[in-house]
């Protein structure tokens, strides 16, 4: 039966075994190789010399071969490499044991050999067979001591005429050397036990710290909010996804802080408790909230950690309701105040369309500042009607409606109208999306943002753009012309704030009401020189409720 050879790590097993092997080889070349020279500087029988020499030298060709056997099987991973290991510690025994016999028995300067086997057995064995060793070690010594010395040993050969030795000197050699390989063997299985034991714990903690930290990398990899550790000398100690996502950078551990854009380097420097700030991230402008604190190790100061969070869609809903409030207000202003104007309006109205055909019947020239008032008039009540249509809250069951076949409607209408004769559409749609929405709101969006792009581009053309994704449906509109003012940008979907003459401003405030009324928003994509993109938000969630 092999011994089994398992240990708390088979990898460490099998290098202690090829390290043995190595070290075995090397001290039996070197003793044997000390012993040979010195038989060589002794005078001998030259037969007797030569078989020596022919033994040593095989000695040492076969922990090589033993050697390479060892190295091919761990190459290939073969689970026999133990094995063969404690096979060429039997085969060492024996032919030490021959070649005692041959210099000297008990004088032999080879006893020593039976050490190395010792030692090998007791650190890559198990105590069973460590211990199997050293007594096999020893009575395989004492056997070839014994005979030889009285002489039952003489047909296989010796050096030269060897006297036998008297009892108690016998016995005294026997003693010395015996206690030895004992006293060797007991303390290579106690040191190779402790050897094992702080390997194990060894392996144990380092398993431990592995454990922990995938756990820190999970963590950090599952934090939402962006970490990053960087030393003093700015090289980044970890960085997680989300950190490199809101920066829209590629960064790893061993990266220099360079990577990095500027404001992350500023930061630092600033070392904010609280800083909240608008970030441009691609085409979109994130609000991000940035602390910074020192690294401190074993309360020294290694570096910093910068903790950034995204409070874009926390921005976004204080801002929607700062929009609330105000248009509560404005409900409650209009409400108060719509009917005590168009009452005196609709009389002013029906007063003057009584005296407009004798007014001008006496001075035609007056049915010009007649079409004044009455246009202002009809300004007057679109602006109230707008302004009621704003502040109110009623909302239409939704329902089923295809918003590609929408969007070709508006176009085809636009297309056919005459005072848009250059108009041009570039649809890039699906062949059908169907979303859950109040009828007239979606149209009434759909129409605000492609005729202010017609409007703010004639003659060039429009791009309407449907992208669906997993929780939203993303309509982008976007026009050639000359782009909005940056000082309006933020303003846009405010009530009373227009880019045209005769706005009356309430167009987007109103298609931006409806969008928040069913979940979704009106974005401005991007504005400059080369034209703008209006993005209008519908939500899968609203859609399919």
Not at 18 to 34: N, S
Not at 228 to 234: A, F, Y
Not at 273 to 284: A, D, K, V
């Amino acid at each position: 039966m092999s011994p089994d050879f398992s240990h708390p790590e088979p990898k460490s097993a099998t290098q202690r075994i090829l390290f043995l092997c190595i070290l075995k080889f090397a001290l039996i070349t070197l003793i044997v190789a000390a012993a040979a020279f010195t038989f060589w500087l002794t005078p001998r029988q030259h037969t007797t010399g030569t078989l020596i020499h022919r033994i040593v030298i095989g000695l040492v060709v076969f922990e090589y071969l033993i050697l390479l056997a060892i190295l091919a099987l761990l190459q290939w991973k073969s689970p026999h490499a133990p094995r063969v290991f404690f096979l060429s510690i039997f085969a060492d025994i024996v032919l030490t044991s021959f070649l005692v016999h041959l210099t000297g028995h008990a004088s032999s300067p080879y006893v020593v050999l039976y050490m190395i086997g010792i030692i090998s057995a007791a650190v890559a064995m198990p105590l069973t067979w460590a211990t199997f060793v050293t007594l096999l070690s020893i009575g395989m010594y004492l056997f070839i001591t014994i005979a030889g010395n009285a002489g039952l040993l003489d047909w296989i050969g010796h050096i030269g005429h060897l006297q036998p030795l008297n009892p108690s000197e016998l016995a005294s050699r026997l003693g010395i050397h015996g206690s030895a390989m004992a006293a060797v063997s007991v303390l290579s299985i106690t040191l190779a036990r402790h050897i094992l034991r702080v390997e194990a714990e060894g392996i144990d903690q380092t398993r431990q710290i592995r454990i922990l930290f995938n756990r820190h990398q999970d963590i950090l990899r599952s934090l939402s909010d962006g970490v990053l550790c960087v030393s003093r000398d700015g090289c980044i100690l970890d960085v997680n996804p989300a950190f490199c996502r809101m920066l829209g950078v590629d960064a790893r551990m061993g990266d220099s802080l360079d990577s990095f854009p500027s404001p992350v380097s500023d930061w630092i420097r600033q070392k904010p408790e609280f800083l909240r700030t608008p970030y441009s991230c691609g085409e979109n402008t994130l609000e991000l909230e940035v602390s910074v604190q020192d690294l401190l190790v074993e309360n020294r100061h290694e570096g910093f950690i910068v903790v950034v969070r995204d409070r874009s869609e926390q921005a976004q809903l204080e801002r929607d309701l700062v929009r609330k409030e105000r248009l509560a207000a404005l409900g409650r202003l209009t409400a108060s105040i719509a009917h005590e104007i168009r009452n005196p309006l609709t009389s002013i109205a029906g007063s003057l369309e009584l005296l407009r055909p004798a007014v001008v019947k006496s001075i035609p020239e007056n049915q010009e500042l007649f079409d004044i008032v009455f246009r202002e008039i009809r300004r007057l009540n679109d602006l109230i009607k707008g302004l009621r249509q704003y502040t109110s809250e009623r909302r239409r069951p939704p329902q089923d409606v295809d918003l590609v076949e929408t969007i070709r409607e508006i176009t085809r209408l636009y297309e056919t109208d005459p005072k848009y004769p250059d108009v041009a559409f570039h649809l890039e749609t699906p062949e059908t999306c169907v979303v859950r929405y109040d009828p007239d709101g979606l149209r009434q969006v759909l129409l605000n943002l492609i005729l202010n792009a017609i409007q703010a581009s004639p003659g060039k053309p429009v791009t309407i753009r449907i992208t669906p994704n997993d929780s939203e449906i993303l309509v982008d509109v976007e026009d050639e012309g000359p782009g909005i003012a940056p000082e309006l940008q933020e303003k846009i979907f405010e009530p009373f704030v227009s880019t045209k003459q005769s706005g009356t401003g309430l167009g987007l405030a109103i298609a931006g009401q409806i969008a928040m009324a069913h979940g979704g928003r009106l974005q401005l994509v991007r504005s400059d020189a080369s034209g703008t993109c209006m993005r209008f938000v519908i939500m899968r969630e609203i859609e399919k409720a």
